[in-house]
């Protein structure tokens, strides 16, 4: 695992429309940072310049100890868990948790390692078989959220992974990224605009508004301010 360190981040659109404007924040090895705020605040445009989504349009984006900002997404060492999950559906969930690793030319015993070791923790070992029109919209999102434990990266990002759920899903969804969170002590950097998910997640909030850092601090201190 990886720190991730965002200086003066600023991305200007067209031109002409400032989306962030200059975005400074850390998130430690380890800590689960939940970026919160309405609608067109600038969270989408944050995460994806951290992923490589985006150009960057001023400011330095760093994972580990590396600068990034020039670097393909393949090349930051970060995997993303989207609200589309984007599983292929001729694949079996197998096929889907090895495509990007067989890609890599890595061994066939630590894929199958990986595979095994992800399944379990996310409980669907038994769905292994299936394609993922076989599934329900909460084993596609374990699915696609295996797809980003098999490769075992620095850091994670979530682009609103559970806005697609029903409400009944995301509460139980949201009790399993932080059973895994408590577990694993992943570096994960997680966009929401759902703050009873913020705060439930987050070791750290981070509050944007009109592009820029309202306010920053612990579930506590942000939510029971008088
Ligand atoms: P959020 O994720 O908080 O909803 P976004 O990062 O998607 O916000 O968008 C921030 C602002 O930037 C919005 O005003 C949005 O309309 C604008 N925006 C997003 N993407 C583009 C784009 N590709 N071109 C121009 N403006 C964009
Ligand atoms: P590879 O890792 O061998 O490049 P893939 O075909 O799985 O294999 O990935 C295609 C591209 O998308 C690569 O740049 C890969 O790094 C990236 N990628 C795949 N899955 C994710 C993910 N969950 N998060 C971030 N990047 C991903």
Same mark, same amino acid.
């Given at each position: ?105 890595? $061994? ?5 390692? %990986?595979?095994?070791? @992800?399944?379990?923790?996310? #409980?669907?070992?038994?769905? *292994? +078989? ?13 699915? $696609? ?5 098999? %490769?075992?990266?620095? @850091?994670?990002?979530?682009? #609103?992974?559970?806005?697609? *759920? +029903? ?29 009873? #998910?913020?705060?439930?997640?987050? +070791? ?23």
């Amino acid at each position: 695992m990886a720190n991730i360190e965002l200086k003066d981040v600023r991305k200007v659109y067209n031109n002409v429309f400032e989306a962030v404007k200059g975005v400074s924040l850390s998130v430690a090895d380890g800590e689960f940072v939940v970026l919160v705020g309405p609608s067109g605040c600038g969270k989408s445009t944050l995460l994806r310049m951290v992923a490589g989504l985006e150009s960057i349009t001023s400011g330095t984006v760093a994972i580990g100890d590396k600068i990034v900002n020039t670097l393909e997404p393949a090349q930051r060492d970060i995997a993303m868990v989207f609200q589309n999950y984007a599983l292929y559906p001729h694949m079996s969930v197998r096929g889907n948790l090895q495509y990007g690793l067989k890609n890599r030319k890595m $061994a066939s015993a630590e894929i199958a390692r %990986r595979v095994a070791e @992800a399944a379990k923790m996310l #409980e669907i070992d038994a769905l *292994l +078989d299936r394609k993922p029109g076989q599934l329900s919209g909460g084993q596609r999102q374990r699915v $696609a959220m295996g797809r980003a434990l098999v %490769r075992e990266p620095a @850091a994670f990002l979530f682009d #609103e992974p559970l806005s697609n *759920l +029903d409400a009944k899903l995301r509460v139980q969804m949201r009790a399993e990224i932080r059973r895994l969170q408590r577990r694993l002590r992943t570096t994960s950097l997680y966009v929401t605009h759902d703050q009873l #998910e913020a705060m439930t997640l987050a +070791d750290k909030l981070v509050v944007l508004n009109g592009g820029v850092i309202e306010q920053a601090g612990t579930p506590m201190e942000i939510y029971e301010r008088p």
